[in-house]
């Protein structure tokens, strides 16, 4: 296991200058209470996105508290109008959940990183980062949480890794995020002309054969 070193800072123009085009409005800040709070109250246009270098009330579905050491973590939400029918929004967790664990193992040239249904991305069974999509009167507001070199002892829960707990490789957080973005876009440009992305999902799913038990609210 090599020494982690200081992460890079996230930074506004080098995610804008690796975006391939303008479909994406990006802002970086460096601490806030929520992204997903921020998007809620700010009147966003589609494309917008904020991300943060920590956050001081994150929260996951459920109402879940996400914790994450400064600088550790890539946390960011953005605002999205989709065109597509309301009864088929469900699927928008499912395809930005495929989306990142896609170009996680791209990023890191493995193929070991899947999706658990509804919203977390693993690593041998080990929460690698979490998604929450909230609907408002006029579109959807979606967060992703991925801890990146969040070492050992800082991991949140047992049940949980980061990227370079998982494959020993020190990312550069805005690297991540343009290519995360940069098939985002596709993918929901994909969606919104009406091709079917089940397959994608499915070829990613840790959950798909597998035995799983449902605890529902209450």
């Known amino acids: 296991m090599s020494q982690l070193v200081k992460p890079e800072l996230l930074s506004a123009d ?15 800040v460096d601490e806030i209470d929520s992204t997903q709070n921020y998007l809620r109250t700010s009147n966003p246009k589609s494309g917008d996105l904020i991300t943060a270098e920590y956050q001081s009330a994150g929260r996951g579905r459920l109402d879940r508290k996400f914790d994450a050491e400064k600088s550790s973590a890539l946390l960011f939400s953005f605002y999205f109008e989709p065109q597509n029918e309301v ?29 658990k249904w509804p919203n977390d991305v693993l690593f041998n069974q080990e929460k690698v980062a979490g998604l929450l999509a909230e609907k408002t009167s006029t579109g959807v507001i979606v967060g992703v949480g991925i801890n990146v070199s969040t070492t050992k002892a800082a991991l949140p829960v047992a049940h949980a890794t980061s990227i370079f707990l998982a494959t020993d490789l020190q990312l550069d957080r805005n690297e991540l995020l ?6 985002l876009e596709q993918d929901l440009l994909d969606w919104q002309s009406g091709k079917d992305l089940t397959a994608k999902y499915r070829a990613l799913s840790a959950t798909i054969g597998s035995q799983v038990r449902v605890e529902l609210p209450g």
């Open 14 to 28: 080098a995610i804008a200058g690796a975006l391939a085009s303008s479909y994406w409005r990006v802002s970086v």
């Open 87 to 115: 009864k088929h929004l469900g699927f928008l967790t499912l395809l930005v959940g495929a989306s990142v664990t896609a170009t996680i193992n791209e990023i890191t040239n493995t193929n070991f990183f899947k999706c």
């Open 178 to 183: 343009a290519k995360i973005l940069n098939n």
